[in-house]
């Protein structure tokens, strides 16, 4: 079979939008016919494709390492492609190309496996003290990517395969590691374990000495996953897991919840942004070392104020009936003062509105116009990423930036893509541009502002539900 090309891998070799590609196969009859695939996701011969876009004038790049993966995916069926993958990497020398392989094979089996976010394993890695690390179910290795080195387990031989020519620095091989554990004490482990497994080997493991804790319920794999961890993490050890939301407040594992935190086990529990997972940090505790006495529960709006965050909720106030740890119950600000601090940060959000007044009629000309006839070296980018160079003393850059703005927010007419440098402009004096640009910029504060000003009235209306409902505020 001839290499094949779906819509998105045709919208990236012509660096346009997938809606783009689907606009052209319905505008023109010549467009290629595809030869595999399914009706939602066609699959286009990649030799037919190219010889269209030939034809049609549009520039396109299918770089040697695209070709490589269009290679592997014509030769043989879907489900082999892993195996394909990482017979490829054994012949590859450049990381580069075998990490786009790499990017190519997840997008196309995206709901098959479990994948950290890049920007969240690095923050994982980081506050276990950095690499080396040790992940007990490593999947393809993008947490030991963050770290460089260590060493990993995982069930699936093939990603394992894949994270071990990912990371050559790390020591990886497949095995269950519930069951049959390989890996040594480590100083820092990592782990997003799978969720919701109920065959994870309760009934094989009732008696076994990782449950230090309590013996995981049935229906609670995820404290499973708790315990191994904290197994393989020398005294002192730091661990990172992602758990589901319901590992926090289920009421099957509040026993082992409750007994972390007598032991000072469990340094904190961050819902992630999105609110779709938490964050346990865990620490192995030292013999004969007291245990904290507060823990860190955090409902996080980005990934950088964690690492700065303080344990601040005392854990005699969690050892109750429940032990319910999610950080939305246990909100360590008090609700009045954190009210009054939206209110200010509102306040101070006010719109600044722009100077703006009725315009009569301008002689115009067009982008394209203006930037040929202001050859020069300072660049001014638009939202698009692309780049002109002007000089300043013909065309302002404000005025140009604010333009390219504007003329990218106009809806295109009969073309999916918009020709920028044929939209209309106000003829102008350099001193009008000026005057203009400024206007510009006073819309793009008003932008930031009207943000703002959005955010902190969210925050200002949920505490305020949530101190009248708790009584912490009340009716003037």
């Known amino acids: 079979m001839d290499a094949t090309v779906n819509l998105g891998d045709i919208a990236r070799l012509v660096d346009v939008g997938r809606a783009a590609v689907s606009n052209w196969r319905r505008r023109h009859e010549d467009f290629p016919r595809p030869v595999g695939g399914t009706a939602s996701s066609p699959l286009f011969s990649l030799a037919e494709v190219e010889k269209w876009l030939r034809d049609n004038g549009k520039s396109f790049e299918v770089s040697p390492a695209d070709r490589i993966w269009q290679r592997l995916r014509a030769a043989d069926d879907d489900l082999r492609l892993g195996e394909l993958l990482v017979e490829a990497g054994r012949e590859i020398q450049d990381a580069a190309t075998f990490e786009f392989l790499c990017q190519r094979y997840f997008e196309a089996h995206s709901r098959r496996l479990n994948l950290t976010p890049v920007d969240v394993a690095e923050l994982m890695v980081r506050l276990v003290g950095g690499g080396p690390v040790t992940d007990p179910a ?24 894949i994270s071990a020519l990912r990371v050559p620095g790390a020591e990886v091989f497949a095995g269950d590691s519930l069951r049959a554990n390989g890996l040594a004490p480590a100083d820092a482990v990592v782990c997003d374990p799978p969720w919701h497994d ?3 080997g309760y009934d094989e493991l009732i008696g076994d000495p990782r449950w230090e804790y309590g013996l995981p319920p049935r229906g609670e794999p995820e404290l499973a996953w708790v315990q191994h961890c904290l197994s393989l993490a020398k005294p002192g050890g730091r661990v990172a897991i992602l758990l589901p939301l319901a590992a926090a407040s289920r009421r099957p594992g509040k026993r082992i919840r409750g007994n972390l935190l007598r032991a000072g086990a469990l340094l904190g529990v961050i819902t992630l942004p999105g609110a779709t997972r938490d964050l346990w940090l865990l620490r192995r505790p030292v013999p004969g070392e007291p ?15 964690i690492e700065s965050a303080e344990a601040s909720t005392r ?75 002007i000089d300043p003393e013909l065309l302002d850059p404000g005025f140009l930036a604010g333009a390219l703005r504007a003329a990218l927010a106009k809806p295109a007419s009969g073309s999916s893509r918009l020709d920028v440098k044929r939209t209309p402009v106000p003829r102008l004096t350099l001193a009008e541009q000026r005057a203009y640009g400024a206007a510009f910029e006073q819309l793009t504060a008003l932008e930031e502002s009207l943000r703002a000003a959005t ?8 505490l305020g539900f949530e101190g009248l409902l708790g009584g912490r505020l009340g009716p003037r």
């Open 198 to 200: 109920r065959a994870w």
């Open 291 to 305: 245990p904290p006495s507060k823990i860190l529960l955090l409902e996080a709006e980005n990934l950088a104020e």
């Open 315 to 389: 854990i005699i106030d969690l050892l109750d009936d429940d032990v319910d740890l999610s950080p939305a119950r246990h909100r360590d600000a008090d609700v009045a003062a954190a009210f009054a601090d939206a209110l200010q940060r509102f306040q101070a959000a006010s719109p600044v509105l722009p100077s703006l007044e009725p315009a009569s009629g301008t002689p115009m000309t067009t982008l394209g116009e203006l930037i040929k006839a202001a050859p020069g070296d300072e660049p001014v980018t638009s939202p698009t990423g692309a780049t002109y160079l």
């Open 455 to 462: 955010a902190a009235g969210d925050a200002l209306v949920r």
């Open 138 to 161: 490593c999947g393809v290795g993008t947490l030991l990517m963050a770290a460089g080195s260590g060493a990993g387990q995982e069930l699936d031989p093939v990603s394992a395969q």
